[in-house]
T-cell receptor, first 112, second 112 residues
């Protein structure tokens, strides 16, 4: 069965540019989560969606926004990029948020 | 404040030895405790998980021990192999809030 699909795998952007990351959850999973992981850090929760509605919000900068679409895929939009935004961005999905979340392979964002 | 405290930060074990990673939590709303294995540049992969009404769960060489009264749980990797070298994250899920909280991670190195 297909896992959580993220695109693109790698992204290089310049400061002050905009980036859009996409996440396609496992079929029938209704909850999507976004995490940011800096080098040597544990993943930091950004935002989550349950049934296409924002469920919870973590340490997501105001420059970032996200949404979940009718087909349950989600997009993380990042504007006015800063050097400090360079990180691995992971999407995870789960069924009702109660059990083990399945993570995608991540998008490595490099801001230069 | 780290809601899930993980130790040690790094661990070096000889091939064939036992690797032990410990975690502790405070939030009694947590109701599911997964462990994730992460290789560099990859997404966290679910390794094994346990519910708080179970004291031990074993899957192959991996065992979770859970002490509900002490609010502690640990991962034991028996017969550790060089291929087990990775970063391990304990996590705790509050199912009602659909939230997953990671520990700070343990970088395991298994020497050949």
């Amino acid at each position: 069965a297909a896992g959580v699909i993220q695109s693109p795998r790698h992204l290089i952007k310049e400061k002050r540019e905009t980036a859009t990351l996409k996440c396609y959850p496992i079929s029938r999973h209704d909850t999507v989560y976004w995490y940011q992981q800096g080098p040597g850090q544990d993943p930091q929760f950004l935002i989550s969606f349950y049934e296409k509605m924002q469920s919870d919000k973590g340490s997501i900068p105001d420059r970032f926004s996200a949404q979940q679409f009718s087909d349950y895929h989600s997009e993380l939009n990042m504007s006015s990029l800063e050097l400090g935004d360079s990180a691995l961005y992971f999407c995870a999905s789960s069924l009702d948020g109660r059990f083990g979340y399945t993570f995608g392979s991540g998008t490595r964002l490099t801001v230069v | 404040q780290q809601q899930v405290k993980q130790s040690p930060q790094s661990l070096i074990v000889q091939k064939g030895g036992i690797s032990i990673i410990n975690c502790a939590y405070e939030n009694t709303a947590f109701d599911y405790f997964p462990w994730y294995q992460q290789f560099p540049g990859k997404g966290p992969a679910l390794l094994i998980a346990i519910r708080p009404d179970v004291s031990e769960k074993k899957e192959g060489r991996f065992t979770i021990s859970f002490n509900k009264s002490a609010k502690q749980f640990s991962l034991h990797i028996m017969d550790s192999q060089p291929g087990d070298s990775a970063t391990y994250f304990c996590a705790a899920i509050d199912g009602s809030a659909r939230q997953l909280t990671f520990g700070s991670g343990t970088q395991l190195t298994v020497l050949p």
